[in-house]
C-alpha cells in the first residue's frame, strides 16, 4: 500500500467548507481514479490531512495530474488554504 498524505493549513472557522470539497470529491476519488483503495479526512488542531491510499506509488503521484486533483479539488480549497499544502508519497511496507 502507498499513501499520499497532503497536509493542509486551514483555520478553524474555514474546515467545515474544507470538510464539505473531501464529502464532494471522496466518491469521484475512489471510482475514477486508477489504483485508489482509501480517503480518509484526519483534523488536528494545527491543521487538516488527507490521507489517500493507492496500490503504487506512480499511481499516487499521477493523481496530482489529474483534473480530479488540479481543477476540481485544488480549485476547490484555495481559497480555505492558509499556506500551500504539504504533498508527500509514503510507502507502507
Request: proline residues 5%; glycine residues 4%.
Amino acid at each position: 500500500m502507498v499513501y499520499l498524505q497532503i497536509t493542509l493549513k486551514i483555520s478553524p472557522a474555514n474546515r467545515p467548507a474544507a470538510a464539505g470539497v473531501y464529502q464532494r470529491y471522496k466518491a469521484p476519488f475512489l471510482e475514477t481514479i486508477a489504483g485508489s483503495k482509501s480517503k480518509e479526512l484526519l483534523v488536528r488542531d494545527e491543521d487538516v490531512q488527507v490521507l489517500h491510499g493507492f496500490d503504487t506509488a506512480q499511481q499516487a503521484s499521477a493523481y496530482l495530474k489529474t483534473d480530479l486533483f488540479t481543477a476540481d479539488v485544488v480549485t476547490a480549497l484555495k481559497p480555505l488554504l492558509d499556506a500551500a499544502p504539504d504533498v508527500r508519497i509514503y510507502q507502507a511496507t
